[in-house]
């Protein structure tokens, strides 16, 4: 066998590995995000602030997000090492390229019912007093409960989301049963998706983007089977921003695709389907189908492509 047939079985194995793993983790019982999330409200100076601490204990890493009233936008904080009971500092990626503050919290202790510290302006050095109270611990511990609602890490110009989840001590995976939409100039809630089954993914529950290019965030989520509640559905459920009714709808074509294999989306309303029989481990291909969306709400094919591996 030559040395390039090798290599060509090797990434063969290597890919029907992975499929053989992603099959197994959609067929076994999920678990709750495993990075334990502490909100918290109180103000930094005289702002009004919501503070959001994401624990990463495999790391020993702390990030998050803080969010005004003002902006009303998650601003994210830098992922930071932290030794408990000690000084926490972290910086507040406010602008693309560096950090515009950094927040000092002391003691530290990662769920800590009451932070303290100070908020240094990394620009012009003003020193402001932050208070934090905890509101809701999101823990994966199976001997934690909780009940609340959890900003999500992404907003656009138009609006921000919140996610309503809980879940009973003895369970190991929390749920979502609501979303809100909030109107980022009003600040007030303007769609409230309710009465759902989906999985809890922590700030990621919703993952958003602009499907269909209309330059308005759109998201999908994980929902649980009605079947079995301990194991999550088949295929993702996607929502879309409709122009005409002001509302996020459930898009039928989008789920109509992912019905039929994994879901790439790409630029300009692009979306390309990898069907479920289109990978062929003996020949080496994966087989796409490519479609776009003409309008915000008109799905069609225009090519398809096989890809080499």
Request: charged share 25%; with cysteine.
């Given at each position: 066998?030559?040395?390039?047939?090798?290599?060509?079985?090797?990434?063969?194995?290597?890919?029907?590995?992975?499929?053989?793993?992603?099959?197994?983790?959609?067929s076994a019982p999920v678990f709750a995000q495993a990075r334990p999330i502490t909100t918290y409200h109180g103000t930094v100076g005289d702002t009004q602030v919501e503070l959001l601490l994401i624990?990463?204990?495999?790391?020993?890493?702390?990030?998050?997000?803080?969010?005004?009233?003002?902006?009303?936008?998650?601003?994210?904080?830098?992922?930071?090492?932290?030794?408990?009971?000690?000084?926490?500092?972290?910086?507040?990626?406010?602008?693309?390229?560096?950090?515009?503050?950094?927040?000092?919290?002391?003691?530290?202790?990662?769920?800590?019912?009451?932070?303290?510290?100070?908020?240094?302006?990394?620009?012009?050095?003003?020193?402001?007093?932050?208070?934090?109270?905890?509101?809701?611990?999101?823990?994966?511990?199976?001997?934690?409960?909780?009940?609340?609602?959890?900003?999500?890490?992404?907003?656009?110009?138009?609006?921000?989301?919140?996610?309503?989840?809980?879940?009973?001590?003895?369970?190991?995976?929390?749920?979502?049963?609501?979303?809100?939409?909030?109107?980022?100039?009003?600040?007030?809630?303007?769609?409230?998706?309710?009465?759902?089954?989906?999985?809890?993914?922590?700030?990621?529950?919703?993952?958003?983007?602009?499907?269909?290019?209309?330059?308005?965030?759109?998201?999908?989520?994980?929902?649980?089977?009605?079947?079995?509640?301990?194991?999550?559905?088949?295929?993702?459920?996607?929502?879309?921003?409709?122009?005409?009714?002001?509302?996020?709808?459930?898009?039928?074509?989008?789920?109509?695709?992912?019905?039929?294999?994994?879901?790439?989306?790409?630029?300009?309303?692009?979306?390309?389907?990898?069907?479920?029989?289109?990978?062929?481990?003996?020949?080496?291909?994966?087989?796409?189908?490519?479609?776009?969306?003409?309008?915000?709400?008109?799905?069609?094919?225009?090519?398809?492509?096989?890809?080499?591996?």
């Amino acid at each position: 066998m030559s040395r390039t047939e090798a290599r060509q079985r090797w990434r063969r194995a290597g890919s029907m590995l992975l499929v053989a793993c992603a099959l197994l983790l959609l067929s076994a019982p999920v678990f709750a995000q495993a990075r334990p999330i502490t909100t918290y409200h109180g103000t930094v100076g005289d702002t009004q602030v919501e503070l959001l601490l994401i624990h990463d204990w495999q790391l020993d890493g702390m990030s998050g997000y803080l969010f005004t009233e003002a902006q009303r936008k998650p601003v994210p904080l830098e992922k930071t090492p932290y030794a408990e009971d000690e000084s926490l500092l972290i910086n507040v990626l406010g602008d693309p390229l560096l950090p515009t503050a950094v927040i000092a919290l002391h003691p530290f202790a990662p769920g800590a019912k009451t932070l303290r510290g100070r908020s240094i302006d990394l620009r012009s050095r003003e020193q402001q007093e932050v208070r934090l109270e905890r509101v809701t611990r999101f823990s994966s511990d199976e001997r934690d409960a909780y009940a609340g609602d959890l900003l999500q890490g992404q907003a656009d110009e138009r609006f921000h989301f919140r996610v309503r989840a809980r879940k009973e001590r003895g369970e190991h995976g929390g749920r979502v049963d609501a979303i809100t939409v909030f109107d980022r100039d009003s600040g007030e809630p303007v769609q409230v998706l309710d009465g759902l089954n989906l999985f809890f993914f922590g700030t990621d529950t919703l993952q958003l983007d602009d499907f269909n290019d209309d330059g308005t965030l759109d998201f999908s989520v994980t929902p649980m089977r009605p079947d079995d509640p301990s194991r999550t559905a088949d295929h993702r459920h996607y929502y879309v921003y409709r122009q005409d009714t002001g509302s996020y709808d459930r898009e039928p074509q989008l789920e109509a695709l992912a019905a039929q294999g994994v879901l790439k989306f790409g630029s300009g309303g692009s979306v390309s389907l990898r069907p479920q029989n289109g990978v062929d481990y003996r020949a080496g291909t994966i087989q796409w189908r490519h479609y776009r969306f003409v309008t915000p709400t008109r799905l069609e094919l225009f090519s398809e492509s096989e890809e080499r591996f």
